[in-house]
């Protein structure tokens, strides 16, 4: 069983849609997180939920907005896509409490934006 | 606030030779310290991390690194490199909460036969 999945793995559309990735885990953890991943490979975390509650919302334009309708899921909702936010969405989770937690990382989505 | 440096962006090793893959960090507090290996269109997954004790670590697939307080470093070593060890390497810290991690920009490593 995957712990982390997040689906779909590869998103190719137009500038100015409307996207959505969805995202899984089935290892009780308290704490969900979205990477974005460049093409310089940098990962900067976008946002981090702790039982449905958001917890780390870094400077991400509004135009993305997670969900998390339970602990286990958090979803990435983007408005109006842009050639800039082309890139590996990775939806990751942790423990939450304990110190050194290991974050579990999902296999990414890849979204180009034509 | 927390931090790391990768030094070396690129790194290239000949099969069975020394793989060292560098990593400092930066943390007001005692850190949580990380590698992770990133395989081509994969996910990132865990090879080791340093929390307390044995400052030693040993993580899967040979790899290993040290905690090292007195020079802020926690770099990664395998004795002897193979083909499949071709990835993305990222160092990471985290803060006590576990909320927050820090990643470092990556270094790739490339085996040459």
């Known amino acids: 069983d995957t712990a982390v999945s997040q689906t779909p793995k590869y998103l190719v559309t137009q500038m100015g849609n409307d996207k959505s990735i969805k995202c899984e885990q089935n290892?009780?953890?308290?704490?969900m997180y979205w990477y974005k991943q460049d093409s310089k490979k940098f990962l900067k975390i976008m946002f981090s939920?702790?039982?449905?509650?958001?917890?780390i919302n870094e400077t991400v334009p509004n135009r993305f907005s997670p969900k998390s309708p339970d602990k286990a899921h958090l979803n990435l909702h983007i408005n109006s896509l842009e050639l800039g936010d082309s890139a590996v969405y990775f939806c990751?989770?942790?423990?939450?409490?304990?110190?050194?937690?290991?974050?579990?990382f999902g296999e990414g989505s890849w979204l180009t934006v034509v | 606030a927390q931090s790391v440096t990768q030094l070396g962006s690129h790194v290239s090793v000949s099969e069975g030779a020394l793989v060292l893959l560098r990593c400092n960090y930066s943390?007001?507090?005692?850190?949580?310290l990380f590698w992770y290996v990133q395989y081509p269109n994969q996910g990132l997954q865990l090879l080791l991390k340093?929390?307390?004790?044995?400052?030693l670590v040993k993580g899967i697939n040979g790899f290993e690194a040290e905690f090292k307080k007195s020079e802020t470093s926690f770099h990664l070593t395998k004795p002897s490199a193979h083909m499949s060890d071709a990835a993305e390497y990222f160092c990471?810290?985290?803060?006590?909460?576990?909320?927050?991690?820090?990643f470092g920009t990556g270094t790739s490593l490339t085996v040459i036969p």
């Open positions: 990751a989770s942790s423990e939450t409490g304990a110190s050194g937690n290991t974050i579990y």
């Open positions: 290892l009780g953890h308290d704490t």
């Open positions: 939920y702790n039982n449905k509650e958001l917890i």
């Open positions: 943390s007001s507090v005692p850190p949580y």
């Open positions: 340093y929390t307390t004790g044995a400052t």
């Open positions: 990471a810290v985290s803060d006590n909460t576990g909320n927050q991690f820090y």
